[in-house]
């Protein structure tokens, strides 16, 4: 039995990418494949962060980080990632996988995003992602 102080700390999730509340209602469930993402990059304090680009994996359907160069799926970006995602435990360790939920329809301030989306990831969105 542990009898000792544990201190847990908790932050709010940045949205401030969001231009407004548009498209929340209908936010899908998703598997992220974190091994696909980069800790320095895409979750650096244990979180990967909302607001990231997201592509859907061929082989068994997760997703992960929107990559144009890649060769797996994720060369199409079909959304951004609605809420930060835990992937970092307590104790260090760093899941392979976790549930989030994506963005499909909304409208994004670009400069507001934790990373960018290129001109043929704007056309993989079409007309679903307004970019103010």
């Not at 847990?8 to 209602?25: I, M, N, P, Y």
């Not at 469930?29 to 244990?46: C, E, I, M, Q, R």
């Not at 079909?78 to 995602?85: I, N």
């Not at 360790?93 to 939920?101: D, E, K, P, R």
Request: glycine content about 12%.
């Amino acid at each position: 039995m542990n009898l000792g102080l544990i201190t847990e700390s908790f932050s709010q999730d940045k949205r401030d990418w969001l231009q407004g509340a548009h498209g929340t209602d209908i936010a899908p469930s998703v598997t992220l494949d974190v091994t696909k993402f980069t800790a320095n990059t895409h979750f650096p304090d244990g979180y990967i962060k909302s607001g990231i680009p997201l592509g859907k994996i061929t082989t068994g359907g997760k997703y992960g980080p929107y990559d144009n160069a890649a060769a797996d799926g994720r060369e199409v970006c079909v959304g951004f990632l609605y809420t930060g995602v835990e992937v970092v435990t307590r104790r260090g360790a760093t899941l392979t996988s976790a549930v989030g939920s994506m963005l499909v329809h909304c409208a994004v301030k670009e400069s507001k995003l934790p990373v960018a989306v290129d001109a043929a990831g704007k056309t993989d969105l079409g007309a679903r992602v307004i970019f103010v």
